[in-house]
């Protein structure tokens, strides 16, 4: 078994980029504890830039996951002089409860979180949640986007951003892209550095998201998810209440039975479900006009259909579309006159309808 010594001289070999002192001697690690083959710890920041945090955190995992007898890392980020590793107020003994919402701690002044989710990769959720996230800040709202698809981080390029985020007060200033708020970890680290996550990580690293990031006063803040329902979806759900889920599928069985398995968890996790959205739903030839099937038809309104929940939009494959994203100019703002783009506003006005449905059917913790 692993001793604390043994544990606090691996994270000695651990340096600040910045002061170049160790994190020991900086007395960033806290609340150490060994027990048996599971060790846990706070890392308590204080002004290290947020790509340092995410460095050394990942850093500390590793080299403590590698410690003969250590089988289970569990490094939380805090802050320093905040006791962040601590519980919630649950009394000794006591088992928590449902995870506790705490958006108002986190993102006071957000009024409504959605999630654009799948069960399959590659269906379009990082184009449905971008051009969704600029049709629902072209009603005059102000909207951020998140992108919590920690392993692929796509918003960046597809959103064209430039640059890093700025720091102000110790809180991470999200870059402006055609009108909207842009977080992602793909900011943050460099193109070429693998990003490789441990479940607790994303977790704190969503936290993070929301708690560091100065998102000031928003109508709308979308979650560009990875796929299918691992950790991050898991993680999302128990940081804040989300208002709902927008699930994007493509029409063949594959990925229809993949959508399922996503409802389903996003059902336990008591998630309302806004809608489907079936992407690629068909295609329409330039120079005939006719109208291809190619991946099926009819499969999105079936799952609606089976989980009771309306199927938002079909959005046909489209070539300007997928040059949008590649370009960083996404199609509602690169061609906002065209079909596509329309479509894109209608599901916006669908979504915010839907809203309202489900905040009325749930009442949602009061932000004070
Ligand atoms: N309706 C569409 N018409 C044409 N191309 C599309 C359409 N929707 C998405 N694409 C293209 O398909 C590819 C995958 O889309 P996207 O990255 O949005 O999917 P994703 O579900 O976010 O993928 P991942 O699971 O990798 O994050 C992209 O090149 C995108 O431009
Ligand atoms: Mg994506």
Known sequence: MATEQAVLDALRGLKDPDSQKDIVTLGLVRDLSVRGSEVSLTLAFSGQPPATKVMLH?????????????????????????????????????????????????????????AVSSGKGGVGKSTVAVNLALALSRTGAAVGIIDADVYGPDLPLMLGTRGRPGMFDNRIIPVDAHGI????????????????????????????????????????????MPPGTGDAQLSLSQVIPLSGVVMVTTPQDVALLDVRKAIGMFQRLNVPMLGIVENMSYFIA??????????????????????????????????????????????????PQSAQAQAFRDLGARVIERLEAVASLRPLPTIS
């Open 181 to 224: 708020k842009v977080m992602s970890i793909g900011l943050l680290v460099g193109d070429k550095e693998p990003l490789v996550w441990r479940g607790p990580m994303i977790h704190s690293f969503i936290q993070q998201m929301l708690r560091d990031v100065l998102w000031g006063a928003l109508e709308y803040l979308v979650f560009d």
């Open 58 to 114: 990942s850093m500390a995992s590793k080299l403590v996951g590698q410690l003969p007898g250590v089988a289970k890392v569990n490094v939380k980020m805090g802050g320093a002089g905040a006791p962040a590793a601590h519980g919630h107020g649950h009394a000794p003994g006591q088992a928590p409860a449902a995870p506790q919402p705490k958006a108002a701690d986190l993102i006071p002044e957000v009024r409504h979180t959605i």
């Open 286 to 335: 330039p120079d005939t006009g006719n109208r291809y099937h190619i991946f099926g038809e009819g499969g999105g309104q079936r799952v609606a259909d089976e989980y009771g929940v309306p199927l938002l939009a079909q959005l046909p494959l489209d070539p300007e579309t997928r040059k949008g994203g590649d370009e960083g100019a996404p199609i509602t703002v690169r061609r």
